[in-house]
Nanobody, 122 residues
Framework: QVELQESGGGVVQHGGSLRLSCVAS????????MAWFRQAPGKDREFVAA????????YYGDSVRDRFTISRDNAKNTAYLQMNNLKPEDTAVYYC???????????????WGRGTQVTVYS
């Protein structure tokens, strides 16, 4: 019931910053919990960050906790991932995910975007 479209990926030097956006469309789009995952070639998908529907609860993967910030603007049905102090290890395809369930109960997310490439060079 929701479609997701990521944008904002690109190529950046180590230490730089990028902001990813995920626009959700569909019924009750603003009521969905949102998350970001990433996957590098040959590696498993990795959890990056998640945010409850009202922004009251946020979660981060250990590798990005002090550098990335997830936020959302429900008026625009958009979630953001602000990425600061980027490292080459952050290079991956970043995927947006959404789910209408309470964020505390989500194991497998229901809806996924197609991904946006982030490349960090040294």
């Amino acid at each position: 019931q929701v479609e997701l479209q990521e944008s904002g990926g690109g190529v950046v030097q180590h230490g730089g910053s990028l902001r990813l956006s995920c626009v959700a469309s569909g019924r009750a789009a603003s009521s969905y919990a949102m998350a970001w995952f990433r996957q590098a070639p040959g590696k498993d998908r990795e959890f990056v960050a998640a945010c409850s529907w009202n922004g009251g609860s946020k979660y981060y993967g250990d590798s990005v906790r002090d550098r990335f910030t997830i936020s959302r603007d429900n008026a625009k049905n958009t979630a953001y991932l602000q990425m600061n102090n980027l490292k080459p290890e952050d290079t991956a395809v970043y995927y947006c995910a959404a789910d209408q369930r309470n964020i505390a109960t989500i194991s497998a997310w229901d809806f996924w975007g197609r991904g946006t490439q982030v490349t960090v060079y040294s």
